[in-house]
């Protein structure tokens, strides 16, 4: 298995990540995303990561860039969609996507990632609520769902504003 960026002839293999993964309705949605921002501008410089086994694309985690408005010079990015393959889940893959974002963001710069989702699986990669960034939407699910890390100590002490995310993201469906 090798974790790599994705490329442009990816694609279709993301979209098939993401239908395979989510239930039917939850996997038009989020493959749809995925290749939404991938085509997206505002969601620049985005970080689009796929696991491959086999020639084969089993996994695809989506960094999309976003802005802080109130904290204008962060670099901060949105984690979503994830997905792993069903036949591959449980073996560690969601977890090693997600680290290696996370590492290649802190050497690009990244200084805040977020995330909405659910809190029991986020937390085991240092996900926490409890932060003062401000969601694009207002959230269906409860606050503890919109989760920060920080990539630069003591950052999220000393931010608050208003997230602002990628168009494609930014639709009231989505949170
Ligand atoms: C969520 C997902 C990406 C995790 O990928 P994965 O490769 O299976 O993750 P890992 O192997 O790193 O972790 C698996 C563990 O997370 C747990 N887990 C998975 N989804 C979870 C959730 N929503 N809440 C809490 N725990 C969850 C599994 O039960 C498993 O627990 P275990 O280690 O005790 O067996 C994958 O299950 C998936 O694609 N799910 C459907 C799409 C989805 O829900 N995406 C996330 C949207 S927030």
């Known amino acids: 298995m090798n974790i790599r960026e994705s490329l442009e002839s990816d694609k279709e293999g993301i979209r098939k990540v993401h ?3 989510f239930s039917q309705a939850e996997g038009e949605t989020a493959s ?4 939404d921002l991938l085509e997206d501008r505002a969601a620049l ?19 999309s860039s976003a802005s802080i408005t109130g904290a204008e ?7 979503s969609p994830l997905a ?4 591959a889940q449980s073996k560690g893959l969601g977890t090693q996507l997600i680290n290696q974002g996370l590492e290649v ?16 699986y986020y937390i085991r990669t240092g996900f926490k609520a409890g ?18 890390q920080e990539l630069v100590g003591g950052i999220l002490a000393n931010t608050q504003g208003i997230v602002q995310c990628a168009s494609s993201l930014n639709s009231p469906e989505q949170w």
Do not use: T
């Not at 792993?84 to 036949?87: A, H, P, R, S, T």
């Open 131 to 148: 932060h003062k960034l401000k969601p694009p939407q207002k959230l269906s699910y409860p606050e503890e769902a919109w989760m920060a």
């Open 73 to 79: 010079g962060v670099s901060a990015y949105i984690l």
């Open 84 to 87: 792993v393959l069903k036949f």
């Open 19 to 21: 239908q395979n993964a």
């Open 45 to 63: 410089p985005f970080l689009s990561l796929v696991a491959e086994q086999d020639n084969e694309i089993i996994g695809n985690i989506i960094f």
């Open 105 to 120: 963001l802190k050497d690009r710069g990244g200084k805040i990632v977020l995330v909405y989702g659910d809190p029991n």
């Open 32 to 35: 749809q995303l995925a290749i």
